[in-house]
């Protein structure tokens, strides 16, 4: 069994900046792709990023150039970093495990997911 759990949320104007950290628990965490996702009121989840085993990274083209996943294996924490935050960005953000290469864009290919971390920025 795996365990998620998120920090780092929370209130921020819009052009800010936030990171986010995911903390897991077994001994895995090397050989699992780690996603973000986020979900707005109203709205379906959404991927955001991916970072994989071997080290590459997958962004949404809405992120891209403004968010950065990373991984510390000796911590086995996966982080978000937002930069030029938008009120569009205001969301519920969950960090996930993908223990199989399947389906990577949409929440049904994860296996385990942390509670959620609440984003919100003003413009």
């Known amino acids: 069994q795996v365990q998620l759990v998120e920090s780092g949320g929370g209130f921020v104007q819009a052009v800010g900046s936030l990171s986010l950290s995911c903390a897991t628990s077994?001994?895995?965490?090397?050989?699992?792709?780690m996603g973000w996702f986020r979900q707005a009121p109203g709205k379906e989840r959404e991927f955001v990023a991916i970072?994989?085993?071997?080290?590459?990274?997958n962004y949404a083209d809405s992120v891209k150039g403004r968010f950065t996943i990373s991984r510390d294996y000796a911590k086995n924490t996966v982080y978000l970093q937002m930069n030029s935050l938008k009120p569009e960005d205001t969301a519920v953000y969950y960090c996930?495990?993908?223990?199989?290469?399947?389906?990577?864009?949409?929440?049904?290919?994860?296996?385990?997911w942390g509670q959620g971390t609440q984003v919100t920025v003003s413009s």
């Open positions: 996930a495990a993908l223990t199989q290469p399947r389906e990577w864009r949409r929440p049904r290919g994860y296996d385990y």
């Open positions: 077994g001994r895995t965490f090397s050989s699992y792709a």
């Open positions: 970072s994989w085993s071997g080290g590459s990274t």
